[in-house]
Structures are given as C-alpha cells and as structure tokens.
C-alpha cells in the first residue's frame, strides 16, 4: 500500500482508523512487530550511547561540569525536538519521521567518540539528543496507530521492549569492550546493526492517513491551549520526576544509607529496571481488562507502598522488594500516558504527544536535582520521600483525569 492514503473525507482520528481497522489483520500484525523493533533499537541505541559516558568523559579530559554540559546538550537536542516536530511529524507520517529520528541516532551516535574537539561533541551529542526525541514521539505515535488499529491495549508491552532494548544494550556493549572491542568500533557497530533493523521494519508500519485536527474544531497550534494534554502532560512530569530520581539515587541510597556492598547497591537498581521491565509487559493485560484509570491507581499505589517500605525499613531484603515495586508501579505511567495523549480530540497523535512527551522529560531532568537538593538540606531518606509523595499525588488526581478526560 502507498505510504499516502488519502481520501476525501480522510479526516479525524476516526477516519484514520477507519482507513487502519480495512487492512488485513495480518498487515496490522506485522506493523506492531515492526513496531516492536523500532522500540527495540531505540532503547539499544541509548544504552549504547550510555555506556560510552565514561569513554567520553576520558577523551577528552572532562570535569564534572564541563561532562555535565556534555549530557545537557542531549537533552537539550531533545527537548527542542519535542517542542518544534509534532506538526511535521503529523504531516509527513511515522514512516518517514521514524526514519528520520532513527538514521539521525545512527549517523550521530557513530560520531560521538569521533569528534575532534569539545565543542563539537557537544553539538553531535544535541543533533543525537534531537534524532532520538524524533524517534520516541514517531514511534509512540505509531504505536497509538497500532494500538487503534487492532483495538486492544500494546502501548505498555511496546514501551517494555524500550526497556530491554536499554537492557541488551547495556549488557552487549559491556560484554565487548570487556573483550576488548575498542569503543569507537563498538558504537559503530550498535548503530550499523540497528539501522539495518530500521529499514527491514519500516515497510511494515502503518500506511500514512493525514490526521486533520480541524474536523474536531482544533489546529495544530490548539495543543497549547488542550487543558487535556497539561493534565496529561502534567502527570507525565509527576511520574518522570519520580523515575528520574529512582535512576540517579536508588544505588547511592543503597550504599550509603542501607550500608549495602558495592554489589548488592547495583543489584538495587537492576531490581527497579526489571520491575520496570515486567509491568510493561503486563500493562496491557490489566489495562484491557480494568481500564486506564484503574490501570493508573493500582500503579501509583504501588509504586508509593514500595517506596515507603524502602524508606521505612532500610534493610537490603526490603530496599530492594521496595525498589521492584517502584519499578512495577512506574512501569505503565508512561505508556498509559502517551496513549491517552495520542487520542486527545483537536490535535494530531504526534502533536499530543510531543507536547505531553516534552512536559515529562523536564521531570526526568529536574527530578533527581529536586532529590539532591532535598537531601542536601536535609538527608536522603527524606529527599526520597519527595518520590512516595509524586505516587500518591498521581494516585489521588491520576484515575480522576482520566475518568474526566474519558481517555
């Protein structure tokens, strides 16, 4: 089928799904497992990236700020992306947006241990953080689409293979420069191998339906003033500002306040990522089967039960059960978020979850800042408290959004 199916009354999230729902269920089956591997990839290209973070400070000599500066610039590129390319991405389909975002984090993420100075690393690392953030709001985009198409929850199982995309990255790039693989060539060959992956998978994605946002009585400038997508994007910052805190302090929490081994401080955080990991793949299940504002509840309390027993009692036993359901609680937030953004009436997929996928990631950046600066002034335990009270915020406010939204 052509990448452009248009017709004359093509317009509205509707009649896009009207257009998906007439393909064989076999073209709408194969389309959520290229899906699948977009979402894979992603996550290993970040990974990949993330292990080099040493090599790069190393190269070049970095201090502590000037490394700082360096990872900004990634999210940086990112936020920037996630502001301007919604309307673009709307108008020129997920194919060609994916295939943007992922040959961008290919051709930039070889580049990154190649340039020559500084000040050049740092505008590689923003054009890597812009080609990722492209990816993540077309493939969360297209995953709505498929989501749509075969009417039944796949967001959070998607979002899951991210997460072991991330894992086998991790595991992978390890594994080789253990082995001696030098880094350079590791990065090269992380992003040869996933844009082979993009190019078989994006012939199976969806056919392009232009979403016109005027058969709601919106335009693409009307996702600014969508009080849906605030409240979304507002929960979305909640939920990131209590992951990104979990990323940054669950080890350091481990080693210094439960006294843990080295060891056993990284197990903790394992623990939290694979809760992560499981609860996506079951998100679907209990979503299709009590709805998103249960599906939301249940895993904001969750997530605030297992991080006050961690707080509460600081043994390694308890620490690291309260980090897996932290991670279980967290694990659906994000893709129940971005699907209902997806379908917010007035605005495109893509341009919903730009705006709702930007809001969040300042949660990710200024979450474990806020924790820091809590503690600083008083101690971890409490500035991790500041996480149990993101939960049970979204615990209280998070199922009646949505049941108002009817998302």
């Not at 076999?26 to 497992?33: H, I, M, N």
């Not at 984090?105 to 890597?128: D, E, H, K, N, R």
């Not at 600083?376 to 500041?386: E, H, N």
Request: contains cysteine; charged residues 10%.
């Amino acid at each position: 089928m052509s990448e452009s199916v248009c017709s004359a009354n093509a317009t509205g999230r509707d009649a896009v799904q009207a257009v998906h729902r007439r393909l064989p269920v076999a073209k709408r089956e194969r389309a959520r497992y290229a899906t699948m591997a977009v979402f894979f990839i992603a996550g290993m290209l970040y990974a990949s990236w993330g292990v080099h973070v040493p090599t790069v400070r190393d190269k070049f000599h970095l201090s502590p700020g000037a490394l700082s500066i360096a990872l900004l610039a990634v999210a940086a590129g990112s936020i920037i992306a996630m502001l301007t390319n919604g309307p673009w991405i709307s108008r020129v389909g997920t194919r060609r947006a994916c295939l943007a975002g992922g040959i961008g984090m290919t051709v930039f993420g070889s580049l990154i241990l190649l340039a020559p100075s500084y000040w050049l690393l740092v505008l590689v690392l923003a054009l890597f953080g812009f080609s990722m953030a492209t990816l993540d709001v077309a493939m969360n985009a297209e995953a709505s689409a498929v989501e749509e198409a075969l009417e039944r929850p796949i967001m959070s199982s998607l979002h899951g293979m991210f997460s072991v995309g991330g894992m086998a990255g991790a595991a992978v790039g390890g594994a080789m420069l253990a082995h001696g693989l030098p880094p350079v060539a590791h990065l090269a060959l992380a992003c040869a191998v996933s844009l082979v992956v993009l190019l078989v998978s994006m012939p199976n994605v969806l056919p392009h339906v232009p979403h016109a946002a005027s058969a709601h009585g919106g335009s693409s400038s009307n996702r600014w003033r969508s009080r849906a997508l605030w409240a979304l994007g507002a929960l979305a910052l909640i939920a990131l500002i209590a992951e990104g805190a979990m990323y940054d302090w669950a080890t350091v929490y481990m080693r210094d306040v439960v006294l843990a081994t080295p060891a056993l401080s990284s197990a903790a955080y394992a623990a939290f990522t694979g809760g992560m990991a499981a609860g996506r793949f079951g998100g679907d299940a209990v979503r299709a089967r009590f709805g998103a504002p249960q599906l939301i509840f249940a895993s904001a309390a969750l997530a605030f039960i297992g991080m006050v027993a961690a707080l509460v009692v600081p043994s390694a036993l308890v620490t690291m059960a309260g980090f897996t359901l932290m991670g279980l609680g967290l694990a659906n937030m994000m893709p129940v978020l971005f699907a209902a953004a997806a379908r917010v009436d007035g605005v495109s997929p893509a341009e919903g979850l730009a705006q709702v996928a930007g809001l969040a990631y300042f949660g990710l950046l200024f979450g474990p800042v806020l924790i820091g600066g809590v503690a600083q002034i008083s101690t971890l335990p409490i500035g991790l408290s500041v996480v149990a009270a993101c939960a049970a915020l979204i615990a209280l406010v998070g199922p009646r959004i949505m049941k108002q939204l009817k998302l």
